[in-house]
């Protein structure tokens, strides 16, 4: 891990990022929950501030119905909406793990497309994302509050 640190931590001359993240999943909070679902989901992610409203991310974590998944998106905080300290935005991408039904692709349609709003907190170097994941009704999942800790490399 400290290897991909260093790595991420010193981009190459003209690379395309203004700063690179480890993103941290930590916890998930299920509204109005139909059953029990698993609140810890460890994992981990990167990203990458490609300009101060637009980042890529990618990550791995272990989700809610103690399945792996995977993620890569966007995430759009528009100029309007930062108040120092604090952002608010949208993410959208694919995610793999969770039973998207006829919307899905893959081995059993486990992978698909999501959009979710997006709470950003930024304290120099360290950050929170609170994630507003809509419901997944295949796999009988609520609305979920996801967290992520945030640490800016560069």
């Known amino acids: 891990m400290a290897a991909v640190a260093a790595a991420v931590s010193k981009p190459a001359a003209g690379a395309p990022c203004?700063?690179?993240?480890?993103?941290?999943?930590?916890?998930?909070?299920?509204i109005h929950p139909y059953r029990q679902f698993d609140d810890f989901n460890p994992g981990l992610g990167f990203e990458c501030s490609?300009?101060?409203q637009w980042a890529v991310s990618v990550g791995y974590f272990r989700n809610?119905?103690?399945r792996p998944s995977f993620y890569a998106g966007a995430l759009?905080?528009?100029?309007?909406?930062?108040?120092?300290?604090?952002r608010l935005g949208a993410m959208g991408g694919i995610i793999?793990?969770?039973n998207f039904g006829r919307f899905g692709v893959g081995a059993n349609g486990r992978t698909g497309l999501v959009a979710a709003p997006t709470a950003i907190a930024q304290f120099g170097r360290f950050g929170l994302n609170v994630i507003l994941v809509p419901p997944i009704p295949d796999d009988?999942?609520?609305?979920?509050?996801g967290f992520q800790a945030r640490y800016r490399f560069k």
């Not at 203004?18 to 299920?30: R, T």
């Not at 759009?76 to 604090?86: D, K, M, N, S």
């Not at 009988?140 to 509050?145: I, V, Y």
């Open 140 to 145: 009988n999942l609520p609305f979920t509050l």
């Open 50 to 52: 490609v300009t101060p």
């Open 18 to 30: 203004l700063g690179w993240w480890a993103d941290v999943m930590i916890a998930s909070h299920h």
């Open 76 to 86: 759009y905080t528009p100029q309007f909406a930062h108040w120092g300290w604090f």
């Open 64 to 66: 809610s119905l103690d």
């Open 96 to 98: 793999s793990g969770y």
